[in-house]
């Protein structure tokens, strides 16, 4: 079965050369790896050329797509849209895999055992980054490389691949913000099973910019509750709330340092959600 792997971009010219570079070790063969630029101002679009015209007859084909800045489910939507494989793969530019990855990950699909997949094994790329090994203790609750949260089975709501007719059949990602990546389990009604052995090395936000960026952008998720669950989100990423969970958290996991990386993320989160109340906007 023929594989297209769909990556959107955004200011990603420090992370995508790798991303695309592991793509083309791929064991699976024949990969159409597609590229959507969700409006970046950086060099991303120039390395993404760079590497097309170097990647020409060899194993992988990369098409190029842009669009105005709409976040990353629009984005995935065009690559799908764009694309001719019979399985859809989603990756992040900031991503690199081990050269069995696609290969497993697509294996029970091409098997007729499932009609989408999640990789398992999910590490923290850059762990030794202080501000990576803080992102996970609070993202994913531990002080290990494990990048996914605690909880996840071998079932989960993001699918890593997926039938594309399964995809086209309920229209693809729906843009709400951080976890847009949610929302085609929501639509389909059932949920990616896990693999194991499928590697993928994912980056933390690595820089006090990077996690700022990224915390405004985890502020502008969809909350359960509408409105009032965004207020409710707003008086728990205020100072003193951030400050007691922060001093909470910081003794659980015996690292007093967190507190400080709590209260910059909490800011963040608060000052993206003051803007994200007073507007219907979900855009990365």
């Known amino acids: 079965m023929k594989v297209s792997v769909i990556i959107p971009t955004f200011n990603e010219q420090n992370v995508i050369g790798d991303c695309l570079r592991s793509l083309g070790k791929q064991s699976y063969k024949g990969l159409e790896i597609i590229v959507v630029d969700d409006g970046s101002t950086d060099k991303t679009l120039g390395?993404?050329?760079?590497?097309?015209?170097?990647?020409?007859?060899?194993?992988?084909?990369?098409?190029?797509?842009?669009?105005?800045?709409?976040?990353?489910?629009?984005?995935?939507?065009?690559?799908?849209?764009?694309?001719?494989?019979?399985?859809?793969?989603?990756?992040?530019?900031?991503?690199?895999?081990?050269?069995?990855?696609?290969?497993?990950?697509?294996?029970?699909?091409?098997?007729?055992?499932?009609?989408?997949?999640?990789?398992?094994?999910e590490k923290v790329a850059n762990w030794s980054s202080w501000w990576a090994r803080m992102w996970n203790l609070e993202m994913v609750g531990t002080d290990n490389e494990r990048r996914l949260p605690l909880g996840y089975g071998k079932k989960a709501p993001v699918f890593r691949a997926i039938l594309k007719k399964e995809f086209d059949k309920v229209g693809g990602f729906e843009p709400v913000g951080y976890n847009d990546d949610w929302t085609l389990a929501e639509k389909l009604g059932y949920l990616a099973d896990g693999v194991s052995g499928a590697v993928v090395y994912h980056?933390?936000?690595?820089?006090?910019?990077?996690?700022?960026?990224?915390?405004?952008?985890?502020?502008?998720?969809?909350?359960?509750?509408?409105?009032?669950?965004?207020?409710?989100?707003?008086?728990?990423?205020?100072?003193?709330?951030?400050?007691?969970?922060?001093?909470?958290?910081?003794?659980?996991?015996?690292?007093?340092?967190?507190?400080?990386?709590?209260?910059?993320?909490?800011?963040?989160?608060?000052?993206?959600?003051?803007?994200?109340?007073?507007?219907?906007?979900?855009?990365r």
């Open 47 to 121: 390395v993404v050329r760079k590497i097309k015209n170097q990647s020409a007859g060899q194993r992988m084909k990369i098409k190029i797509y842009e669009q105005e800045h709409k976040g990353p489910g629009p984005a995935r939507n065009l690559g799908a849209e764009k694309a001719t494989g019979d399985i859809l793969v989603f990756v992040d530019s900031d991503m690199a895999f081990e050269s069995s990855f696609i290969e497993k990950l697509v294996g029970p699909i091409v098997e007729g055992k499932t009609k989408g997949t999640f990789p398992l094994d």
């Open 203 to 283: 980056k933390n936000p690595e820089t006090l910019k990077d996690v700022w960026r990224q915390a405004k952008w985890v502020g502008r998720r969809r909350y359960k509750l509408g409105s009032l669950g965004k207020w409710f989100a707003l008086l728990r990423a205020s100072f003193p709330i951030s400050l007691i969970v922060g001093l909470y958290k910081s003794l659980k996991f015996k690292k007093p340092d967190f507190i400080a990386f709590k209260l910059l993320y909490d800011l963040a989160i608060f000052y993206s959600l003051i803007s994200y109340i007073f507007s219907d906007s979900n855009a």
